[in-house]
């Protein structure tokens, strides 16, 4: 059989395929469902739950005074001095709340950074942040801890939930970086040892407040 001929051979078999095409052999498989199981609990015990799995330090508050007197317990605590916050509208609260050690100046000498968020994924114990919520990319990656300061009603079950929050908040000018913060930076490539604080922060503080 010549080269052509086998072409024609081919080409017949294919356009004889396109016309009887072959139902797919696994219909529910495209995609279109989730691959996880509705939220069992309430969102702010399963992400609890979830982020202290990941190593994360959780803290819940009635309102904002009161994250303030833990916030600044804590602080007391790890004798912290230099707590570096960009946000403007976050240190302006916290200012007013008697936060102590509060700065704008330093983030390479900062014992803590203190940051708000995008949202929180409950199902993953993710902190979802962004360039531009968050004043940059660097804040909460530099520090040796970061605390965030977030609110019940930022909550949402899984990532594509947040990605929704985010294409109604930014539209088409979605931020340059979204990141999904699952607690400490740690990794176990050298002799499969866990070590924290390799390509980010040592310790992840999340302060949940109550937001009806």
Same mark, same amino acid.
């Given at each position: 059989?010549?080269?052509?001929?086998?072409?024609?051979?081919?080409?017949?078999?294919?356009?004889? =395929?396109?016309?009887?095409?072959?139902?797919? $052999?696994? $219909?529910? #498989?495209?995609?279109?469902?989730?691959?996880?199981?509705? =939220? *069992?609990?309430?969102?702010?015990?399963?992400? &609890?739950?979830?982020? @202290?799995?990941?190593?994360?330090?959780?803290?819940?508050?009635?309102?904002?005074?009161?994250?303030?007197?833990?916030?600044?317990?804590?602080?007391? +605590?790890?004798?912290?001095?230099?707590?570096?916050? #960009?946000?403007?509208?976050?240190?302006?609260?916290?200012?007013?709340?008697?936060?102590?050690?509060?700065?704008?100046?330093?983030?390479?000498?900062?014992?803590?950074?203190?940051?708000?968020?995008?949202?929180?994924?409950?199902?993953?114990?993710?902190? %979802?942040?962004?360039?531009?919520?968050?004043?940059?990319?660097?804040?909460?990656?530099? =520090? $040796?801890?970061?605390?965030?300061?977030?609110?019940? &009603?930022?909550?949402?079950?899984?990532?594509?939930?947040?990605?929704?929050? *985010?294409?109604?908040?930014? @539209?088409?000018?979605?931020?340059?970086?979204?990141?999904?913060?699952? @607690? $400490?930076?740690?990794?176990?490539?050298?002799?499969?040892?866990? %070590?924290?604080? %390799?390509?980010?922060?040592? +310790? %992840?503080?999340?302060?949940?407040?109550?937001?009806?």
């Amino acid at each position: 059989m010549s080269v052509s001929s086998s072409k024609e051979v081919i080409l017949k078999k294919i356009r004889e =395929a396109l016309i009887e095409s072959t139902p797919l $052999p696994f $219909p529910l #498989s495209e995609g279109t469902a989730s691959l996880y199981h509705p =939220a *069992q609990k309430e969102l702010e015990i399963q992400f &609890a739950e979830e982020f @202290g799995k990941l190593q994360g330090k959780f803290a819940f508050c009635l309102n904002l005074t009161e994250c303030c007197v833990q916030l600044n317990a804590l602080i007391a +605590e790890k004798n912290w001095h230099n707590l570096f916050c #960009s946000e403007t509208a976050l240190l302006q609260s916290l200012t007013s709340a008697a936060v102590n050690g509060l700065s704008q100046t330093s983030l390479a000498d900062c014992d803590a950074s203190i940051t708000t968020c995008e949202s929180l994924v409950a199902r993953t114990g993710s902190i %979802v942040l962004s360039s531009a919520g968050q004043s940059g990319r660097t804040v909460s990656i530099y =520090a $040796p801890v970061h605390v965030c300061i977030a609110y019940t &009603a930022q909550l949402v079950y899984d990532i594509k939930d947040a990605l929704l929050l *985010q294409k109604e908040k930014y @539209g088409t000018r979605l931020p340059s970086l979204i990141s999904f913060a699952s @607690g $400490p930076s740690r990794t176990a490539d050298i002799e499969k040892t866990l %070590v924290t604080g %390799v390509h980010g922060p040592k +310790e %992840v503080y999340l302060f949940l407040i109550d937001q009806p």
